[in-house]
């Protein structure tokens, strides 16, 4: 069974007539990436798994939008490092973003754009809405009633000793300075029958707010994440590898849901990072090395984007390539799913693998790697490889959309060593160097050319092939690849090509006889 079949069926188990909520959590630091996304996708799986058993999902993904901005990502431009201190949603846009649109807003935006391009509509909550709003006061006030114990408990997950002067002057919260904006603020007295806060500024700037009255408070991380367990009653939630390790924020968290919150933690799945294929550092917005979605599924389809993360085990590690690795995984992914569309695949969790993909086993698409060879051949022409396509088999308009655009821009942008180029005039030194039997077959292709243009497409192939006289099989498979590499040495300099037939259809029947004349 695949793991989020696992997950979801003891999700149903524990909470079988109620809706189960599974949430994921973003911060809009800079742009989302492919790494953050397997956030997104390892609740999004859960989330597909659970409506397939009967059960009733509610899918939250949480922006946290009112975290401060702690460093300027080293591909943004346009923001000033005064800005630093200040949450996401108060700074502005960086350079390219629309007149008024907060920093916390641009990429928020950007990343929900792309994950509906692939389908996937979580309810948005935003953090800087909630907090501002009041939602959270009484949580806010419950925390900071026992911030003491809540110090308490994380003495329990550190080695450093306890502080009794730490302890007396601990507040679980960041608190924004009315006047300039910013956190560097230390708190100087709260008067819990009150609610109120005393606070200093580094700037030089003082004041009080009270909790209830339009405070600019945020907890800790720590506090935050399991108080929102409990008001959301999350069931579910994923979590990378750097808050799960022993007494990690997962472990911290849960002692403070249960303990101060009176709340259970969720059912929680720790994720390994996701990794640019030749890099060893782990992918980041801030340092600016990273892949977004948008480039992704410039390349892949949607449906192979899922497959790339539900291949995987959540705690698995992988690297994601744009080179090579590109058509090894649309060919792993076109083999596996006509196996589930023809009924011939047998592995459950390869079935519900596919499943959670949302492929569209109903519609015929090109195989990448034939459409990639097509458009090689042709300069990367998509109008006159979707005809010569279409003259292989009856795909629709969708069906052709919906691969050689991203065949056409990963040839483009990242494999224009693939294009092949159709060689000019006859390759007399090649010729020179063929074995005289694969010589004799060149000539006798040649002729089949020009004396029955009638032949094409498989019956073309046919002819091909019996040009090897042999009929012992190992002796004929051998020397129809020694035939074919000498055909494509001899019209575009490679040892490997498209088939016989279609480099016939681009060539042309002339100019490639004229290739094959020696």
Partial sequence: MHWAYEAAAKLIEKYPDEIITCASGVSPSGYVHVGNFREIATTYFVTKALADLGGRPRFILSWDDYDRLRKIPANVTGVSETEIGRPYTEVPGPAGAAAGISYGAYF????????????????????????????????????????????????????????????????PISLYCDTCGHDSTTITSYDENAGL?????????????????????????????????????????????????????????????REIFAGQPPLYEPYDFVNIKGQTKKMSSSSGNIITLEELLRIYTPELVFYLYAKYLPKAQFDLGLDEDVLRNYAEFERKAAGVKAGTEENETIRQMIKLTGADLQEDYPAFG??????????????????????????????????????????????????????ETPAVTVFAQLDPAVKE???QLRQLLLEQPQLKDQALMQAVYDLIPTVDKAEKRRAQRELFKGIYQLTIGQDSGPRIPLLVEVVGRKQMAALLDF
């Fill in 108 to 171: 928020e935006e950007l990343f929900m754009k792309d994950l509906a391009g692939l389908g996937i509509e979580p309810e948005a909550i935003y953090e800087t809405s909630r907090y501002e709003s009041g939602a959270y006061d009484q949580q806010l006030k419950k925390a900071l009633d026992r911030r003491h114990e809540i110090y308490d408990i994380l003495s329990r997950f550190r080695t450093e000793a306890k502080d009794e002067q730490e302890r007396e002057n601990y507040y």
């Fill in 197 to 257: 806060l005393s606070y200093t500024c580094r700037f030089g700037h003082q004041g009080q707010q009270q909790i209830g009255s339009g405070q600019k408070v945020k907890l800790h991380w720590k506090v935050d994440w399991p108080m929102r367990w409990q008001f959301e009653k999350v069931a579910f939630e994923p979590g990378g590898k750097d808050h799960s390790s022993k007494n990690g924020s997962f472990d911290v968290a849960s002692a403070v849901v």
């Fill in 370 to 423: 034939h459409a990639v060879s097509i458009l090689s051949l042709t300069g990367n022409d998509q109008e006159l490889t979707a005809k010569l396509l279409q003259k292989e088999q009856a795909y629709s308009n969708e069906a052709l959309q919906h691969i050689l655009p991203r065949a056409a821009y990963w040839i483009e942008n990242d494999a224009q060593s693939r294009m092949l180029k159709v060689r």
């Fill in 441 to 443: 077959q060149v000539g």
